[in-house]
Every structure is written in C-alpha cells, then in structure tokens.
C-alpha cells in the first residue's frame, strides 16, 4: 500500500543543516495498521507531512521514495498531490480546533472536501456528510450539520475531523496524534471508533503518537524513532514483549503503569538529542548506557525480516542485558 | 507517613460566576462543589481527573490561591479562610506550588538564580551571601549544575525548567508541595526523571505533596492515597492500590478500564468500559447523582438522589448508591 525507503527531510537554518528525518524507512500493508512512537522532536510528524507535501518551508530539502500504491508520489505537481490529499489519504490532525476553519460551519467543510474529490452534486454531498456525521457517533446530525466549530466539544470536534478524513473513502488514513489533545474516556470513544471504521472501510492506517499504550492499543506494527531515525521497526507484540533497542527498553520502562505498582521508574539520562547536532553514529549513543567504542559508527537497521534494530548490540550481549522471560514464546 | 492532618478541607464549594449564554442572565458554574478531604504529614495525596473536573481549582481553593465560596480549609489546625493576606503569610511560606507549564510559570526576563532566590527574598530569609548559597544547594538538590544560575530560561529545556520550578517550591522548606500536573508538559523519558526526583526529595526532606493530574499511570506511581474527582465533586478516595485495583465507583471502574495499556503479559486485560457522551456543563448540573446521565449502572435513585461519600471499606470512601467490588 504504501512504501517509503530512505525518506530523509532537513531544514537549512542559520545554525546550520537541521535533520529532521534521516533515512526512514517503512511499510504500511492492505489494512494494517502502523503506529510510529517517538518523543518531541524525533520527526514522526515531519516525515509524514513531507510524505504527504504539506511541509511548505522554502528551506526544507526531501529525498527518498514514497510509492503509494507502486506510485512515487514524492515531488507530484501541487495539482496531483492535492487529488491524492484528503481522497485516497485521508488526515486526522492533532488538535480538532486548528483542523477546522471556525468560521464555517462542519457540514460546509465536508461538503468542501466531498466536492473536491468526487463529481457529487452539493445536495449528494450534504446527504453524504450527514450520514458520515451519523457514522462517527455524533447524535442529531441533521441539525448538527449545520453548526460551527466552536459549538462542538473536544471529542465532538474529533469526530467531525474523522467524518471528513473518511468522507472520500480513503485507503490510507494518516492520524498525527489523534488523541493527545482528549482526556482519556473520549480517547477510549476515538480509538474505538477508529478501531470500528477500519474494520468497515478497510483503510490502512498509519497512526502517530508519544503514547506507547495507544500503539499497543491499536498498531499491529510499530516504528520506534529516535532523532529522525527508526531505532526499532517489528510487530506490535514484539516490540513491546521483546523490545531489542536500548531506547525501546528505556522507553517502556519509563511510563508509569495502571495496571502494576512499578517503584521506581527507568530513567534515560539525559535529553533528546538536537536535531542540529545529530551525532553521525548511534544518534543514541550519547545517552546509552551500553555504549560501546563501535557506536561512533551508524548501526545499520539489521534483524530477521518482521523485526528489525539500528544497534551494535550483539545478541548475546542483548540476552545478558535482559533476559527474554521463558516460555514458549520465548524470541532467541 | 502519620496520620497526622495537615491539611483538611470540609464542604469546600467554588463557584465562578459569568455572563451566560442569554442576554442579562448570569449563569452560575460550579467548579467545585461540596468537596472534603484530609492530607496527611508525609504522605503523596493524587487527585485525579479529567479536564474540567475541578482538580486545579481545588488546589488553588485549598492553597488560598482562590478564595472559596464555602466550607473551609485548615492547614495545621489553623483556619486558613478568611484570613488576610498578610495573616496567610506565615502559612503561604509552609505550602509551596509547583505548576504544569514550566514555559509560562518561570518569567522569561529574570535570570533562573533570582526566580529560585525570590521567595527567600520576598520572605527576608538570611543575608544576600546566605541566600546565593541556599540557591546554589538548591540547584544541587533538584540536579541543576549550580554554574547556570545566571542563564535566562529559554535556555534550558522543559525537564530542567520543571525542576527550576521544584527548586523554587522548596526554597523555603515547605511541609506541603501542591504540584499541578507537574509532568504532563514533559516527553515520557523526562517525566520519568521528575517523577524519580519527586519521590528523592520526598524521602530526603520528609514533604507531603497534594499531586493533581488526568494521567492515571502518573498518579498510581506516585500516591499513597487517591481522590477521584468529577464535576467538582469527589466520587471515591481511599487507599491508591485499593482503589486501582478494587475500584468501587463505576467512573473510576470506567475510567482505569479504557487507558491504553502495554500488554507485555499474558495477565488478561481489564474489560473495557467505555462511557459514552460529554462531561456536562458545570453550570447546567445534572440532579441526583452527576454521573448519572453517563453511568452504566444508573438507577432511578441516581436520577433522583445524590449518593453521599460514605465509608464502605477502612479508609476507603465512595459515593454511589451502586458501588462495585464491595465484598
């Protein structure tokens, strides 16, 4: 469905070259869902903004491939991107109030995007954005339809941003932190639904996030990124059950559990790395407490074929480090 | 921990009132309403909430921050409304705050060594000499090189301005810390650290903190005790393992069921219960018990009575007229 090899994004800035994303490189199957984890910073939502040519900055300079279905769709025209925009990729921003323009109403804003991307007429599309309204939970879309932005809660905004993501049936849908800005039961009625329309459209879905328990919640694939690099690519379970990167570890270690009293957190030392300064080995190595002469040198992303790693780590070094809990699950 | 209060609160009311949505008429929200809890020496009470629950009013009621529309708040035995301000003086030095966004609360113009010097100022604790080495084992204590006195705070990066602001809330050494979602501005391996450094500092200088935040991983590593607020009010407090693991009010049941969890064992996972609908507004309360509208297991009494928080289990407080696990 969709294959990016090699994306790399960086800004030129006074203090030099800042690079965003460096040499991502990932998959997405028919109806899998991605989830890409990372802190602020890391480039998760660079890398898909340029995918997608929403980064408009006259300094930036991409390159790598991005084939969406077998088509590169990097450097398209302005005019081709935008049928691919919001038609066969649909977005689900961050914050549902910047996401909608405040001064139309939602149904106007459907109305919009259905227009631009189909031959409907407006009275067809009006139809259509009720039942979308309708599909995403929001009660009374008939007169709902026709109210501003501002009369919606958080959760309620959300789900017109989902409406209008879905509103031309896309086979991709891009979430940048779909519920970061929501208290935690209308993230539970998002993902839920999220969860839900996947299943009935069919969509591939690549979901951006900080929440590590979002990704186990929904991905079936994870990205882990650290300064604009993958450091842990595998799936879901594999990732979180038998985490193989160092940052991964610290990563998990680090967020405060409900289910299990945890006594004292696992701190990685230090902060993010710049990404003015990237190093040009193991951009982690500053931090890492396993730290070896060899990670001056970039570690290449290696690993049987599902579950891959940028670390010098041997794997018996790894075994030492941290033992894979027995059972039959047990990875080597 | 003792059981010696600190802090104790009863029937504490906040009510703000605006212009409501029709012409001339007021309308009367009721952020807090009705709430009672104790603090004791040494321990880490979590109140837990979403956004709009109350949680960051009530902290600002209890600290005096807020005057309250009713009830009361007692730090050391001492009546603390009504007084005046140069009256809460002496008691202001002993509850210090620490707040969520370490961009807007650390001013932006002032060296970081004179915001941590400024309630030793303000308070005329010790001569300049003094006050420069108290900032500098300041410093120390929250993991601050004491060489970036001098440095402005756009130049650190959130993790080291939130601990700027812990450094300041203990300048005085205060016996209570009120810390308002002190890490929810912070990427996850940071937060982590502040968390750490938190919980040090609790045990090296003996504090009692009152810890508000929505992240209920956040709150279980941290409390001894929880307070579970909604709308205002609070629906269940008690002792925080039971509570997690026993909880007794169907929002907190809901509430712990549907946060994203790492499913890193075979342990099944909690059944998720997800409540449908919106908070309702503050000023538009629903009668009976407020979380009836949402509720999955309201009853006709719920629409029409409001539960009292009562004591169902040693230490363990719930208000509905339907709890769960109570055998």
């Known amino acids: 469905m969709l294959s990016v090899r090699d994306l790399k994004v960086s800004f030129a800035t006074r203090q030099g070259e800042l690079r965003a994303v460096d040499g991502l490189s990932f998959d997405v199957g028919a109806k899998e869902v991605l989830g890409i984890v990372g802190e602020s910073g890391s480039g998760k939502s660079v890398a898909m903004y340029s995918m997608l040519g929403l980064v408009r900055d006259a300094n930036v300079s991409i390159s790598g491939s991005v084939k969406f279905e077998g088509r590169e769709i990097l450097g398209l025209s302005d005019r081709e991107m935008q049928r691919v925009r919001g038609g066969e990729v649909g977005m689900i921003f961050q914050d549902p109030m910047t996401a909608l323009t405040p001064v139309y109403t939602v149904g106007w804003q459907i109305v919009e995007q259905i227009r631009a991307h189909t031959e409907m007429t407006k009275v067809q599309a009006t139809a259509r954005s009720i039942e979308l309204l309708g599909e995403v939970g929001i009660p009374n879309p008939r007169s709902r339809v026709n109210q501003f932005p501002h009369e919606f809660s958080g959760g309620m905004r959300q789900r017109v941003v989902i409406a209008m993501a879905l509103s031309c049936n896309p086979k991709l849908l891009i979430a940048d932190e779909p519920t970061t800005a929501l208290d935690v039961t209308t993230q539970a009625q998002i993902l839920d639904l999220m969860e839900r329309l996947q299943q009935s459209y069919g969509s591939s879905i690549v979901i951006i996030t900080h929440d590590i328990g979002v990704i186990a919640e929904m991905a079936d694939r994870v990205v882990v990124m650290y300064a604009g690099r993958p450091a842990e690519i595998g799936k879901e379970i594999d990732v979180v059950r038998y985490p193989r990167h160092p940052y991964t570890w610290g990563l998990l270690g680090a967020v405060p559990r409900v289910d299990s009293k945890n006594s004292r957190l696992v701190t990685i030392p230090g902060t993010p790395v710049s990404p003015l300064d990237v190093p040009d080995g193991c951009p982690f190595a500053p931090r890492c407490e396993y730290r070896m002469t060899i990670c001056d040198q970039r570690p290449p992303l290696h690993g049987s074929d599902d579950h891959l790693d940028a670390c010098w780590l041997s794997d018996e070094q790894r075994?030492?480090?941290?033992p894979t809990p027995e059972g039959p699950e047990a990875r080597p | 921990m003792s059981d010696e209060v600190l802090l104790r609160a009863t029937d504490v009311v906040k009510t703000f009132t605006s212009r409501g949505k029709k012409l001339g008429v007021r309308s009367v929200a009721t952020a807090v309403n009705g709430v009672?809890?104790?603090v004791r020496r040494g321990e880490t009470l979590g109140i837990v909430g979403e956004s709009g629950c109350g949680k960051s009013t009530l902290a600002r009621c209890l600290v005096q921050l807020l005057p309250v529309t009713s009830g009361t708040v007692e730090f050391r035995g001492v009546e603390l409304t009504g007084l005046s301000r140069r009256q809460l003086r002496p008691h202001r030095r002993e509850m210090q705050l620490v707040?969520?966004?370490p961009y807007a609360s650390l001013n932006p113009r002032?060296?970081?060594?004179?915001?941590?010097a400024d309630p030793l100022k303000i308070n005329k604790v010790g001569t300049e000499d003094e006050i420069g080495e108290r900032v500098r084992e300041l410093f120390v204590t929250v993991g601050l090189d004491p060489s970036s006195l001098r440095r402005y705070p756009h130049e650190f990066s959130g993790g080291q301005r939130q601990r700027i602001g812990i450094a300041r809330s203990l300048a005085l050494n205060p016996l209570l810390v009120v810390a308002d979602e002190p890490v929810s501005a912070l990427d996850v391996s940071v937060q982590a650290q502040v968390l750490n450094l938190m919980a040090d500092l609790q045990e090296t200088l003996n504090l009692t903190y009152l810890f508000i935040a929505h992240d209920l991983g956040v709150v279980r590593h941290v409390s001894d005790r929880v307070g579970v607020m909604y709308l205002g009010e609070i629906v269940e407090i008690g002792d925080a393992e039971e509570i997690y693991d026993a909880p007794m009010h169907p929002y907190t049941e809901a509430l712990l069921s549907v946060v994203p969890e790492l499913n890193d064992?075979?342990?099944?996972?909690?059944?998720?219960?997800?409540?449908?609908?919106d908070v309702p507004d503050p000023s538009d309360r629903p009668t009976g018990c407020s979380f009836h509208p949402r509720c999955p297991a309201a009853t006709e009494l719920?629409?029409?009575?409001?539960?009292?928080?009562?004591?169902?289990r040693p230490g363990h407080l719930v208000a509905c007229h339907h709890p769960r696990n109570v055998a």
């Open chain 2, 99 to 101: 707040f969520q966004d």
């Open chain 2, 302 to 312: 719920c629409r029409s009575d409001k539960p009292e928080l009562i004591e169902l």
């Open chain 2, 110 to 116: 002032r060296t970081v060594g004179d915001i941590v």
């Open chain 2, 36 to 38: 009672s809890l104790e």
């Open chain 1, 319 to 322: 075994l030492q480090i941290r």
């Open chain 2, 265 to 277: 064992t075979d342990a099944p996972r909690r059944e998720r219960i997800i409540i449908t609908g």
